[in-house]
């Protein structure tokens, strides 16, 4: 059919969808139909007029009928009601198990803590502080065990406790991105704690007391972080079982669970906090009144949390819960000679980190043990006096404040395993240009390892000139681009690698601005990993196997510092490979800018292609 025939045929049709678009209030059978019709008329004019006009209107008006289609739906008022009275029932019914998992760790732990207590009266030091317990025994000697309680105002008080609480749920939570194993060392320290902590009072006579004025608050506050453990097991279970979705997209899945579960519980850390400044500290109060109220407490969550998602699912649940759109995977290789926006170089580096993860995470392992290899065998100190983790989640810059110590000789071993991992990323660069496998052979490249120690050195001057002013902070991420410029640029300056020291700063110059935002997202995520290497948990976890197993202390003394160092310093190289991804991806885009070498290839394509096309005609 000519085009003109095919306009003459529809052109009422297409002009009484455009008045059915001009009306407000359409019905949705004849938007429906409508809809059916202009989508046939569209596949056939993209199928016989691909390059008319016709072909523009109709996809023109087909979108916005879709859009008019699409607001038209009736939309869900009581969307909050609904998250509470059947969405968060369903995934409470859907995770039982995990939440029981959950419970029954915390409670298994409780006793060990309990019978730890019992048979090293100093263990409540070492889980609670030395200073916590001697201020309760003081307390208990003044006749107050629990004064502790009613040592600020109510309001503060409360408003602390709920930030506090807030924060060790949401860590309890995203510690689950370990496969679970995170938010399992939470619940088993606090389960720990707890324990410890009743049967300290218990030894003292105060078992009562301190249940009575505990559990006032502790009824909803243990509950919520026995919860937000599920929530991380949750979360952890799409990495550990997939089923038969891929491991990153089970994980998506299971993440979006898991972040329910602790939204769903926000509402009770804040009652608890309120409870705990409030009310928790009347213990005057009769102790009928307390228990009845402790009782309450523990209904209000076990027949929330447990007990309604059992009876909705027996009922039956309205609207059963959807998988999430699931982003198709980006398994094409990167596009490296084109000009690039931020959001895209970020996106392109962790499709990198993605895969080739296994070979990333093998790497850095590699060179975190050369580095405590060389350090723990060349070193006069005693092991345990070399280098002292903080035991606290986010101590990031106080352990790269001793693993870049310009008067040792770390640094200068770090410059080494960094120049390596600016080589392994050219490897990697080097597949996704060429479309091949990974190839880790030696070859020319692993010279330029030597030189790249150089500006490897620098960036390392550049974060330790930051520890002696904490204000400079704002200062790397507008050096640390240059610096990395030249890092790997070295291995991408052809035929000359001694141009990148030139090339480098010119090039990351045309987009600047675009690194700055990206390497500041990586410093940030690159901290966390740092912080975790050295965070309390670990620390928790090493005591209880020695505990356990009964290992000896002088062996624990020798390997808790290897573990800590190996682990920071494995972290560390696995931020550094983000740093070159975003790195190599900005030098090529920036290069493109420049230079233009990829649009120059282009045109000159442009006569040969036509005169291929016409000489196939002939």
Not at 344 to 356: G, K, M
Not at 508 to 529: A, D, N, P, R
Not at 581 to 593: D, G, N, P, Q, Y
């Given at each position: 059919?000519?085009?003109?025939?095919?306009?003459?045929?529809?052109?009422?049709?297409?002009?009484?969808?455009?008045?059915?678009?001009?009306?407000?209030?359409?019905?949705?059978?004849?938007?429906?139909?409508?809809?059916?019709?202009?989508?046939?008329?569209?596949?056939?004019?993209?199928?016989?007029?691909?390059?008319?006009?016709?072909?523009?209107?109709?996809?023109?008006?087909?979108?916005?009928?879709?859009?008019?289609?699409?607001?038209?739906?009736?939309?869900?008022?009581?969307?909050?009601?609904?998250?509470?009275?059947?969405?968060?029932?369903?995934?409470?019914?859907?995770?039982?198990?995990?939440?029981?998992?959950?419970?029954?760790?915390?409670?298994?732990?409780?006793?060990?803590?309990?019978?730890?207590?019992?048979?090293?009266?100093?263990?409540?030091?070492?889980?609670?502080?030395?200073?916590?317990?001697?201020?309760?025994?003081?307390?208990?000697?003044?006749?107050?065990?629990?004064?502790?309680?009613?040592?600020?105002?109510?309001?503060?008080?409360?408003?602390?406790?709920?930030?506090?609480?807030?924060?060790?749920?949401?860590?309890?939570?995203?510690?689950?991105?370990?496969?679970?194993?995170?938010?399992?060392?939470?619940?088993?320290?606090?389960?720990?704690?707890?324990?410890?902590?009743?049967?300290?009072?218990?030894?003292?006579?105060?078992?009562?007391?301190?249940?009575?004025?505990?559990?006032?608050h502790g009824a909803i506050e243990i509950s919520s972080i026995?919860?937000?453990?599920?929530?991380?097991?949750?979360?952890?279970?799409?990495?550990?079982?997939?089923?038969?979705?891929?491991?990153?997209?089970?994980?998506?899945?299971?993440?979006?669970?898991?972040?329910?579960?602790?939204l769903g519980i926000v509402p009770a850390i804040i009652v608890?906090?309120?409870?705990?400044?409030?009310?928790?500290?009347?213990?005057?109060?009769?102790?009928?009144?307390?228990?009845?109220?402790?009782?309450?407490?523990?209904?209000?969550?076990?027949?929330?949390?447990?007990?309604?998602?059992?009876?909705?699912?027996?009922?039956?649940?309205?609207?059963?819960?959807?998988?999430?759109?699931?982003?198709?995977?980006?398994?094409?290789?990167?596009?490296?000679?084109?000009?690039?926006?931020?959001?895209?170089?970020?996106?392109?580096?962790?499709?990198?980190?993605?895969?080739?993860?296994?070979?990333?995470?093998?790497?850095?392992?590699?060179?975190?043990?050369?580095?405590?290899?060389?350090?723990?065998?060349?070193?006069?100190?005693?092991?345990?006096?070399?280098?002292?983790?903080?035991?606290?989640?986010?101590?990031?810059?106080?352990?790269?404040?001793?693993?870049?110590?310009?008067?040792?000789?770390?640094?200068?071993?770090?410059?080494?395993?960094?120049?390596?991992?600016?080589?392994?990323?050219?490897?990697?660069?080097?597949?996704?240009?060429?479309?091949?496998?990974?190839?880790?052979?030696?070859?020319?490249?692993?010279?330029?390892?030597?030189?790249?120690?150089?500006?490897?050195?620098?960036?390392?001057?550049?974060?330790?000139?930051?520890?002696?002013?904490?204000?400079?902070?704002?200062?790397?991420?507008?050096?640390?681009?240059?610096?990395?410029?030249?890092?790997?640029?070295?291995?991408?300056?052809?035929?000359?690698?001694?141009?990148?020291?030139?090339?480098?700063?010119?090039?990351?110059?045309?987009?600047?601005?675009?690194?700055?935002?990206?390497?500041?997202?990586?410093?940030?995520?690159?901290?966390?990993?740092?912080?975790?290497?050295?965070?309390?948990?670990?620390?928790?976890?090493?005591?209880?196997?020695?505990?356990?197993?009964?290992?000896?202390?002088?062996?624990?003394?020798?390997?808790?510092?290897?573990?800590?160092?190996?682990?920071?310093?494995?972290?560390?190289?696995?931020?550094?490979?983000?740093?070159?991804?975003?790195?190599?991806?900005?030098?090529?885009?920036?290069?493109?800018?420049?230079?233009?070498?990829?649009?120059?290839?282009?045109?000159?394509?442009?006569?040969?292609?036509?005169?291929?096309?016409?000489?196939?005609?002939?």
């Amino acid at each position: 059919m000519k085009e003109t025939q095919f306009i003459k045929q529809n052109k009422e049709k297409w002009q009484r969808l455009e008045e059915v678009l001009k009306q407000p209030n359409a019905k949705a059978d004849e938007l429906s139909d409508l809809f059916v019709q202009v989508t046939d008329d569209l596949s056939y004019s993209r199928t016989f007029y691909p390059n008319r006009s016709i072909r523009a209107y109709l996809n023109w008006l087909a979108q916005r009928l879709f859009f008019k289609i699409y607001r038209a739906k009736k939309i869900k008022k009581n969307t909050f009601v609904n998250f509470w009275t059947e969405e968060l029932p369903q995934i409470m019914y859907e995770s039982r198990w995990e939440v029981l998992l959950a419970f029954s760790i915390f409670v298994l732990t409780f006793f060990i803590g309990a019978l730890s207590q019992s048979m090293d009266p100093n263990f409540a030091n070492t889980i609670l502080g030395s200073s916590y317990v001697e201020m309760t025994i003081r307390n208990i000697e003044k006749g107050d065990p629990l004064a502790v309680y009613k040592s600020s105002g109510p309001f503060g008080m409360s408003m602390a406790i709920i930030s506090n609480n807030l924060y060790v749920a949401f860590l309890t939570f995203i510690l689950g991105v370990f496969a679970s194993i995170g938010a399992i060392g939470i619940l088993i320290r606090n389960g720990v704690m707890v324990g410890v902590f009743q049967y300290f009072f218990y030894e003292r006579g105060l078992l009562g007391e301190s249940f009575l004025t505990i559990w006032m608050h502790g009824a909803i506050e243990i509950s919520s972080i026995i919860l937000a453990g599920a929530a991380g097991i949750v979360m952890g279970k799409g990495l550990l079982f997939p089923g038969t979705y891929h491991r990153m997209k089970a994980f998506q899945i299971t993440a979006q669970r898991g972040l329910k579960i602790y939204l769903g519980i926000v509402p009770a850390i804040i009652v608890a906090g309120i409870i705990e400044g409030y009310i928790t500290r009347l213990t005057h109060t009769p102790d009928i009144i307390r228990l009845l109220f402790i009782l309450l407490s523990f209904a209000f969550m076990i027949g929330y949390y447990v007990i309604f998602p059992i009876i909705k699912h027996r009922r039956g649940f309205r609207n059963k819960n959807q998988i999430p759109y699931l982003q198709p995977d980006n398994d094409t290789p990167v596009q490296l000679n084109i000009i690039k926006p931020a959001g895209v170089i970020f996106t392109d580096a962790l499709s990198i980190y993605r895969r080739y993860g296994k070979a990333i995470l093998k790497f850095s392992a590699g060179l975190a043990f050369f580095f405590v290899l060389v350090i723990f065998s060349t070193s006069d100190q005693a092991i345990g006096d070399i280098f002292h983790f903080a035991k606290y989640f986010g101590s990031a810059m106080s352990t790269l404040n001793q693993l870049l110590n310009f008067e040792e000789i770390y640094p200068y071993i770090n410059a080494f395993a960094f120049g390596g991992v600016a080589w392994f990323t050219s490897r990697i660069i080097s597949s996704e240009k060429n479309k091949t496998p990974l190839s880790t052979k030696i070859d020319k490249n692993i010279l330029i390892w030597i030189l790249a120690i150089i500006p490897a050195l620098a960036f390392q001057y550049l974060i330790s000139f930051i520890k002696v002013n904490g204000a400079l902070i704002l200062f790397m991420p507008t050096m640390a681009p240059i610096i990395l410029s030249v890092c790997v640029g070295l291995f991408y300056a052809k035929p000359n690698p001694l141009s990148a020291f030139i090339k480098g700063p010119k090039y990351v110059l045309k987009h600047y601005w675009v690194e700055i935002s990206i390497q500041t997202i990586m410093l940030i995520m690159g901290f966390m990993l740092i912080s975790l290497a050295s965070s309390s948990i670990l620390y928790f976890l090493i005591y209880l196997f020695g505990m356990n197993f009964q290992a000896d202390n002088q062996w624990l003394s020798v390997m808790t510092p290897i573990i800590f160092t190996f682990l920071a310093e494995w972290m560390i190289f696995i931020t550094f490979f983000g740093f070159t991804f975003v790195s190599s991806l900005t030098w090529f885009s920036a290069r493109e800018i420049a230079e233009a070498t990829s649009l120059r290839k282009t045109i000159q394509k442009i006569g040969t292609e036509k005169r291929i096309k016409g000489m196939l005609r002939e």
